[in-house]
DNA sequence: ATAATTAGTTTACACTTGTAACTCATTTTT
DNA sequence: AAAAATGAGTTACAAGTGTAAACTAATTAT
């Protein structure tokens, strides 16, 4: 491993508290992920001392009480690797065959899909 | 484990084959996979008996020299439930927000979607 | 029929991942 | 100041995963 963009899912729960909230302490992680499932504060190190160990994450001092946890790397740029590696396990890297494929599985149905593309176009 | 629809990154690729070129024999499997792929025979057979055990793959006799491998689920079964976990993971379960990435970071450009909706309507 | 090959099954092993305890130093409380 | 709590860093450990060797039974070639 050792890549930064290589996270596993537990992993990527503790970016998202970090992408959320920004920089952030362990207690604040603990308590922010807490809202959703219990976890035990020394699993939150371990996930934390692995994020930092392949770069994912740095720790500062915090005048005292601890270290601040800042992710190195932005949500978008995370979500873009692992759209590429999904699209490329399961869709031969075609975006088409997999927005085809939420069709016909009804993820998504034709209207919606349009309606989401004409606010793509009248955005801008 | 033990769900068939919890499959490893090895494993898919042996599915994959079994989708693409229908029941094979193990000889085919491997044989196939070579064209990609150099991969030791008995990390194939090992794969296959995993998939055999969570019951995505079955065995039956072939004749004599072998046995044939048949998948038990079908790569649409299987792309629904994994698109299913990526978008829970990564976009809150929203197609929306997946999309709204792809053309935020240029995966897809919005001509692109919009020749992909067209088509789809113009299809049915 | 005996030797060689092949396929099915079992076992192995290192690395990854989820989960958490332990240690030691620092900070806070009494 | 001594005791208690907290946090950083280290170590642990079982389950999962990728990879492949070993063993055994069946099939094919000589």
Redesign the interface.
């Known amino acids: 491993m050792q890549n930064k963009y290589d996270i596993t899912?537990s992993e990527?729960e503790i970016m998202q508290v970090l992408w959320n909230c920004g920089n952030s302490t362990l207690t604040e992680i603990v308590a922010e992920l807490d809202k959703t499932k219990k976890r035990n504060k020394n699993t939150v190190k371990t996930l934390l001392y692995r994020l930092v160990d392949k770069e994912a994450v740095i720790s500062s001092k915090n005048g005292g009480q601890g270290f601040l946890y800042s992710a190195t790397i932005t949500e978008?740029e995370y979500?873009?690797t692992?759209?590429?590696s999904?699209?490329k396990?399961?869709y031969e890297g075609s975006?088409?065959k997999?927005?085809?494929?939420?069709?016909?599985?009804k993820?998504?149905s034709?209207e919606?899909?349009?309606k989401?593309?004409d606010m793509?176009?009248s955005e801008e």
Not at 98 to 105: G, T
């Open positions: 899912d990527l978008k979500l873009k692992a759209n590429k999904f699209l396990k399961l975006v088409q997999l927005l085809l494929n939420f069709v016909e599985d993820t998504i034709k919606e899909l349009k989401l593309v793509l176009e």
